[in-house]
């Protein structure tokens, strides 16, 4: 049963397709760990409070856990 959990900084919202990125992970893991598509499950969390580098405001991150 994987699990993914996306987190994401919130000035990336606007560029992400949970939908499609998703659909995409859940395919890649039953090809590399024939697991069942029925039993993948994905979230994505929004971070409103980070600070990247020099804190400028077009910093942003990704962290994806599987």
């Not at 919130?10 to 598509?37: G, R, Y």
């Not at 994905?42 to 990704?62: L, P």
Request: hydrophobic share 40%.
């Amino acid at each position: 049963m994987p699990h993914v959990i996306l987190e994401y900084s919130d000035n990336l919202k606007e560029k992400i397709d949970f939908s499609n990125l998703f659909a995409d992970l859940h395919q890649i893991l039953v090809v590399v760990t024939s697991a069942d598509i029925g039993s993948c499950k994905s979230r994505a969390v929004e971070h409103t409070q980070f600070y990247i580098g020099n804190g400028s405001g077009r910093n942003a991150f990704i962290h994806v856990e599987v």
